[in-house]
């Protein structure tokens, strides 16, 4: 997927002055609307505003991913707001964050849910690695931001001696289930371990755990306010069952 054909200049604001959640909100909804890819303001502006009522959408490292799917919207895209000052009220999966970049997504309520997740996971595996969320926002110019959207990935994966794995599934939908995954990718890679996630859904499983990384791992984390399937893979083994607020806390718990 290639982000960069799901914008363009005139839905990114680099230098952007407001100092609410909602007026940005009003703000990148306007762009999307001016931009003929959504056709009614307060619909979509109602979908958005009752999504983040379920559950933070600031991830970390000052990213807010706020998101809608509504019939409002007709074409898949996304819109863009990089604030002068970063804003500590926006709801955050990890505690105490700011939130500084904004991307806002707008999604058909007919899509296709796995287009949903490709959307998410992809800005999402991008956006939380440091060197290029520091090319997005060093952009001097809207071009210039929209083509290093499509920057390579240089991902470097060391082997820690310990791991942990979890299992995340929730009633929110996709989304809060992939933003619960990077909250504990950042976690334990702050700890020096690796964390080896599967996601459950109406749809499948996704990344199913093999035997070997549940028999190895120091323990399970359990991310998830619905039936989880197979639970009997993890008998004997050290279990905490709690949703995401804070991930770095859920770490720690898990490996004391």
Request: with cysteine; proline share 4%.
């Amino acid at each position: 997927m290639k982000l960069s054909q799901l914008t363009n200049e005139y839905l990114i604001e680099l230098h952007c002055k407001l100092t609410s959640k909602q007026d940005i909100i009003q703000f990148l909804i306007q762009k999307l609307f001016d931009e003929h890819k959504i056709s009614n303001i307060q619909s979509f502006y109602e979908s958005v505003m009752e999504r983040e009522a379920l559950s933070p959408t600031g991830i970390d490292c000052g990213i807010a991913i706020p998101h809608g799917k509504s019939n409002t919207v007709l074409k898949t895209s996304f819109a863009v707001a990089i604030l002068e000052q970063p804003l500590s009220s926006w709801e955050s999966v990890t505690p105490d964050s700011t939130v500084q970049y904004i991307f806002l997504l707008a999604i058909p309520l007919s899509n296709q849910k796995n287009e949903q997740i490709n959307l998410l996971l992809t800005l999402m595996t991008h956006v939380s690695h440091q060197e290029y969320l520091n090319k997005l926002t060093t952009s001097s110019m809207p071009q210039e931001f929209i083509q290093n959207l499509d920057a390579p990935l240089f991902i470097s994966t060391p082997k820690n001696k310990e791991s942990i794995v979890a299992v995340t599934a929730c009633t929110y939908g996709v989304a809060h289930t992939y933003l619960a995954v990077e909250a504990l990718k950042k976690a334990t890679k702050d700890n020096h371990i690796d964390i080896y996630i599967e996601k459950q859904g109406a749809s499948g499983i996704v990344d199913e755990l093999t035997h070997e990384q549940i028999n190895q791992a120091l323990g399970v984390i359990i991310a998830s306010d619905v039936h989880i399937r197979h639970m009997e893979r993890f008998k004997n083994k050290n279990i905490l069952d709690e949703p995401i607020k804070n991930a770095s806390q859920l770490i720690y718990k898990i490996l004391n």
